[in-house]
């Protein structure tokens, strides 16, 4: 977890071996990110205990999915983090949509604003395969024309400068007669 930290936790408290409450303890010693505890224990000392230790909120079996996600959205909203920002942190990179920028592995790809919108693109959906057209419609934002070759030439000088700070494995495939799709 150190390494590529998560973006949320969602930790249950009573777990085989080492209790959530335990984690959470030692997760709080070394890291800020938010932490719901989601647990079967009902009682106001077990959620006081919770809190205290640095959970951000507290949910008591059973609940529907649907409220966890309402209320991970809620911590989002809360954070610092400008609106739309969001980490992909599995595969590597890290996107910041107001400051148009995308790292990888902590480093800065220097994109123009047309590169920028089609890295984005396929960093949503890693493992999706997208048309050129598909790609095309969200290259420009004034919808200029171009041909879909534009894309593929977006395409080679995004993979040159991913190459530069990960030279050993390709990110983007291309599929024959389709497009293209990130591999993470």
């Known amino acids: 977890m ?9 930790l249950d408290l009573m777990l085989p071996g080492k209790d959530g409450i335990e984690i959470c303890r030692e997760v709080r010693t070394f890291s800020n990110v ?7 224990r009902v009682e106001e000392i077990d959620r006081l205990i919770g809190l ?21 959205k809620a911590i989002f909203r809360r954070l610092d983090n400008p609106p739309g ?3 992909a942190i599995a595969s590597g990179f890290e996107v910041e949509l107001e400051n148009y920028q995308i790292r990888l592995n902590g480093t800065v790809l220097d994109l123009t604003p047309a590169e920028f919108r089609l ?11 997208y048309s050129r057209a598909q790609l095309l419609e969200r290259l420009y934002e004034d919808h200029r024309i ?4 534009t894309v593929d030439s977006h395409i080679k ?10 030279p050993d494995l390709e990110r983007i ?3 024959y007669g389709i497009g293209y799709k990130l591999e993470v």
């Open 2 to 10: 150190r390494g590529q930290p998560p973006d949320l936790i969602l």
């Open 34 to 40: 938010p932490i719901i505890m989601a647990t079967a």
């Open 52 to 72: 205290e230790l640095g959970a951000d909120d507290y949910i008591c079996k059973p609940y529907s999915p649907r409220e966890v996600v309402a209320r991970v």
């Open 85 to 87: 920002t969001f980490n």
């Open 119 to 129: 890295l984005y693109t396929l960093l949503q959906s890693p493992g999706r395969v």
């Open 146 to 149: 171009v041909t879909d070759r």
């Open 157 to 166: 000088n995004i993979r040159k400068k991913i190459a530069e700070i990960q």
């Open 173 to 175: 495939r291309s599929i």
